[in-house]
Each structure stands twice: as C-alpha cells, then as structure tokens.
C-alpha cells in the first residue's frame, strides 16, 4: 500500500482543515487507518484511528472534539478534519495503514505503511 497524504498548510489559530490521504492499491479496506503527527524535536504521536468499516473512531485526548476522522472505501482515501485548530497542533502528520488486529490503534508499532507527512502550521 502507497499512500499520499495531502492538505496540509499555514493557519491561523481557530481556522480548519482537512487532512486527505489516498492509498493505492485494491486493499484499503482491510486496513484500519490512523492519523499521527511529529512537532520538531518531539516523537511521533497518535492523533486518530478508523476501522476498516469506519464504523469506530479513536481519537487522542488532545484532539478529541476538534478533529473528525473519516474515510471512503469507495475512492480508497481517509480524512481528518482539524477544527479550531491550535498553534499546539503545528506539526507534521502522517497516515498510516495497520493491521486489523495487534498493538493498540494508538502505537504506531500498528501501523505497516506510512505515507509522507504534510505540513500544518498554526500561528497564534
């Protein structure tokens, strides 16, 4: 699986965005998808997850309420909509695909394929 996560850009704090990533391939619905993202200086962290239906979501504390993910097994892409954003959430984020069963959604150990990371910047 190849994935491309587009969307990304500069915002000011209370602004929206959405994340989009496509994946190739004709098994992106037996993947659970995830959402994490990696601030200079820091580690990876887990933003949201989705099961293959889409019928669960998994959200970080620090997000919950804020962000949405989604996806469209039919155009083989996954969303996350980023409400009243924060300069907090300036950072690099990152689809991944992961297996349907193992380590917590919120490990990125989950996780098999990475797409690369597209920029969110936040000013205040």
């Known amino acids: 699986v190849q994935l491309q996560a587009s969307g990304g850009g500069l915002v000011q704090a209370g602004a929206s965005l959405r994340l989009s990533c496509a994946a190739s391939g004709r098994t992106f619905s037996t993947y659970i998808m995830g959402w994490f993202r990696q601030a200079p200086g820091n580690e990876r962290d887990f933003v949201a997850a989705i099961s293959r239906s889409g019928g669960s979501t998994y959200y970080a504390d620090s997000v919950k309420g804020r962000f949405t993910i989604s996806r469209d097994n039919a155009r083989n892409t996954v969303y996350l909509q980023m409400n009243s954003l924060k300069p907090e959430d300036t950072a690099d984020y990152y689809c991944?695909?992961?297996?349907?069963?193992?380590?917590?959604?919120?490990?990125?150990?989950?996780?098999?394929?990475w797409g690369q990371g597209t920029l969110v910047t936040v000013s205040s």
């Open positions: 991944a695909a992961g297996r349907p069963v193992g380590a917590v959604v919120s490990s990125p150990s989950r996780y098999d394929y």
